[in-house]
């Protein structure tokens, strides 16, 4: 399961297909300027996806989008693998005599192509419909019209090149990033079409939905990463799990993330066992990157009081907006609750941003809101419905003690179910 995932991952990740490059230089008169300032290598990546989208894989017809994803699964599955083990063979040794293909290292095998094989044909029909979909072209479900434009295809026999440089570590890629082909990018700049380019067609960038059966998003992804998993041979996998996996990627598994979880957990622990002394508690602080981990004693919440409560932000005000004989609360008797029940005359009242009461409101105004129910007064105030999830409301209060002081109260948490 786990070195399935890797498979999807990948590929969901380094395909083009659902984020298909977006030719804002079809339209901006500052692209390529804006574009040649980049660093290191960027300019020359931007104007070959350029060049390549607009130019070189530019379809027609629905064939040449068929054709597109043949020789897509051919640089995948058979030329990018025979590169590979050109360059690494299977007997191939590290610089300390130790088998290069061996630990987490797989040694893989290049895949034939051919029509009576389902998963080939399902990469070629998704992918070819993905890629009418982004240059806004009508597609095709017609499996046999397909396989009769696939036989009438032919694709030249791949011979590895010499001289070819595979980087095997994120440092050796990085390294090679900084040289930049000057010829070739100024080759590229007088390549490229014009605005006028536009008018032909419209590149529209595809968003990734797994649970819509008909876009054809899981065919690709299924068929992607088992054609992978077959290069390697790992077990494959079926469209629900490999729907599961897709729908849990994210940049931050196993990393910050899942440590800054753990260590909540362990502080939910210590909750539910009913510590109340905050120095049982921890603040932790880490950096994955040297790494660090370090811990300290959470500081207690500010303290706030009035009359002889003591209170702070952990603390609110419990109301039910209910009473006793069904009906709801109106605003005259919340304000009359917190007077007799809290010894508290309420000034201001506000929920989110609507201000529900203020002393200086007109007095016409005032005398219509005293006697609605709360609720009615936050819908009409926010001119917002109240769904039937919302199950409580947080009002914020601005009030006065019986010295006519102002003082500072915890919030109310207002139940309306």
């Not at 010499?162 to 070739?184: T, W």
């Not at 390697?232 to 897709?246: C, G, Q, T």
């Not at 049982?280 to 500081?299: D, H, Q, R, T, V």
Request: one cysteine or more; glycine letters at 4%; aromatic letters at 10%.
């Amino acid at each position: 399961m786990q070195k399935f995932s890797i498979c999807v991952s990948c590929l969901f990740h380094n395909t083009k297909i659902f984020g298909i490059f977006k030719v804002v230089g079809m339209l901006d008169a500052k692209f390529l300027e804006r574009t040649l300032k980049l660093p290191g290598a960027q300019p020359l990546e931007v104007l070959e996806a350029v060049y390549k989208s607009l130019v070189i894989d530019c379809p027609r017809s629905w064939a040449d989008c068929v054709t597109w994803a043949r020789h897509h699964w051919q640089c995948q599955y058979s030329n990018n693998i025979h590169q590979l083990l050109h360059n690494f063979p299977p007997e191939q040794l590290t610089s300390s005599g130790a088998p290069f293909w061996s630990g987490p290292k797989r040694c893989p095998h290049p895949l034939e192509f051919s029509t009576s094989n389902h998963l080939h044909m399902d990469y070629v029909m998704s992918g070819a419909n993905l890629f009418a979909q982004s240059y806004g072209m009508q597609g095709s479900t017609d499996r046999v019209g397909v396989a009769k434009i696939l036989d009438s295809l032919s694709v030249p026999t791949f011979v590895p090149r010499s001289g070819v440089k595979i980087h095997v570590s994120d440092q050796e890629l990085q390294s090679a990033n900084v040289n930049v082909d000057d010829n070739r990018l100024e080759e590229l700049k007088t390549l490229l079409p014009g605005p006028e380019a536009s008018s032909h067609f419209k590149l529209t960038a595809i968003d990734f939905e797994k649970d819509d059966d008909s876009n054809f998003h899981m065919d690709f992804i299924v068929a992607a990463s088992n054609l992978r998993a077959e290069n390697y041979n790992i077990p494959p996998a079926d469209r629900h799990k490999s729907k599961l996996i897709a729908g849990k990627i994210i940049p931050a598994i196993a990393t910050t993330t899942a440590a800054v979880v753990g260590l909540v957990c362990l502080e939910l622990i210590k909750i539910v066992q009913g510590h109340k002394k905050v120095e049982s508690f921890k603040n932790g602080f880490m950096n994955l990157a040297l790494p660090f981990f370090g811990f300290s004693e959470p500081i207690s919440a500010p303290s706030h009081k009035y009359y002889e409560i003591d209170w702070s932000l952990w603390d609110r005000f419990e109301v039910k907006g209910l009473q006793a004989n069904g009906e709801e609360m109106t605003l005259r008797q919340f304000l009359d609750y917190f007077k007799n029940e809290h010894q508290l005359e309420i000034t201001m009242l506000s929920q989110g941003v609507s201000m529900l009461y203020s002393f200086f409101m007109p007095a016409a105004k005032l005398k219509e809101r005293l006697l609605l129910p709360m609720t009615e007064i936050v819908t009409k105030v926010s001119k917002k419905k109240l769904g039937k999830h919302v199950k409580a409301l947080v009002f914020e209060l601005c009030c006065n003690d019986l010295t006519d002081e102002d003082v500072e109260v915890p919030y109310v948490r207002y139940t309306i179910r």
